[in-house]
């Protein structure tokens, strides 16, 4: 048994240390916001947080999360998350849908540590999310709207 702190709740998962976060998350907890995209770190759709930092739970061992707390899209909350979501509502971002929410768990991440980002901050912790949709304009534009109301 692995003892998870997954959006604020304690969960016990039965499974090989080994598998990868996302599929405890998706197949053991059933929340199927977080997506599988690639396998490979390499396209951004698994994005989740640990204690409050991005990264690819495709390619994170159940076995690695030990005592980190772990947040997924659909226990994103407070006055960043809000800004991101409406930013995002607001500029009709999403297009087929399934890369955001890895696209919004890393905007988030950013705005968390960064609230006055330049385009150069936000193409490089966007680096790695793909959409393959080409949204990444209204991406951009997005972060500096949800930027500008946390001013």
Request: net charge negative; proline share 3%.
């Amino acid at each position: 048994m692995t003892k998870l702190t997954l959006n604020g709740r304690t969960y016990e998962v039965d499974a090989d240390p080994e598998m990868p976060l996302l599929w405890a998350i998706r197949d053991h907890l059933n929340l199927t916001g977080t997506k599988y995209g690639c396998g490979i770190a390499q396209c951004g759709a698994c994005t989740v947080h640990l204690d409050g930092q991005p990264v690819r739970s495709c390619q994170t061992r159940l076995g690695d999360v030990g005592d980190a707390k772990i947040t997924t899209i659909e226990g994103i909350s407070g006055p960043v998350a809000e800004a991101v979501r409406t930013a995002w509502r607001q500029l009709d971002v999403v297009q087929c849908g399934y890369c955001q929410s890895g696209q919004m768990m890393s905007a988030i991440g950013l705005l968390s540590e960064n609230r006055k980002p330049s385009d150069a901050d936000i193409d490089a912790a966007m680096d790695g999310n793909v959409c393959r949709c080409g949204t990444y304009q209204r991406i951009r534009a997005a972060i500096h709207d949800a930027a500008r109301s946390l001013a």
